[in-house]
C-alpha cells in the first residue's frame, strides 16, 4: 500500500491557475503509473490525466489547459492547471494505477485537495 498526499488546491478566480502537488510513499514508486481523480459535489469520481515513464493522457474536458508531471526522485506528481473554469471546482485526489487504460485506482484514497474555481 502507498500513501498519497495531495496539497497545493485553492481558491481562484475563473482563468486562473493552480499547481497541485502529490507525495507518494514507497521505493517502487518510478514503476508505477500515476493519475489525478477529482470529485465534484453530488458527482462521482471522475479520471482527470494519467502518467507513465513515457506518456501521458488526459480527460477530454483538461485537454490543452491541464498538464500532468512526475518526479521519480522526488516520489511526487503533479498537475499544472491553467485556465480554470468553474466546473473544474472539485476535490482533486491522486492515486497509483492497477490498470493504465481504462486507467483503474490501485489504492486507497488520500484526503485530497480542494479546488474552487470562482466565475
Known amino acids: 500500500q502507498v500513501q498519497q498526499v495531495e496539497s497545493g488546491g485553492g481558491l481562484v478566480q475563473a482563468g486562473g491557475s493552480l499547481r497541485l502537488s502529490c507525495a507518494a510513499s514507497?521505493?517502487?514508486?518510478?514503476?508505477?503509473?500515476m493519475a489525478w481523480f477529482r470529485q465534484a459535489p453530488g458527482k462521482e469520481r471522475e479520471f482527470v490525466a494519467s502518467?507513465?515513464?513515457?506518456?501521458?493522457r488526459y480527460a477530454d474536458s483538461v485537454k490543452g489547459r491541464f498538464a500532468i508531471s512526475r518526479d521519480n526522485a522526488e516520489n511526487a506528481v503533479y498537475l499544472q492547471m491553467n485556465n480554470l473554469k468553474p466546473e473544474d471546482t472539485a476535490v482533486y485526489y491522486c492515486?497509483?494505477?492497477?490498470?493504465?487504460?481504462?486507467?483503474?485506482?490501485?489504492?486507497?484514497w488520500g484526503q485530497g485537495t480542494q479546488v474552487t474555481v470562482s466565475s
Open positions: 492515486n497509483r494505477l492497477q490498470y493504465y487504460n481504462p486507467p483503474v485506482p490501485r489504492d486507497s
Open positions: 514507497g521505493r517502487t514508486f518510478s514503476t508505477y503509473a
Open positions: 502518467i507513465t515513464t513515457t506518456s501521458t
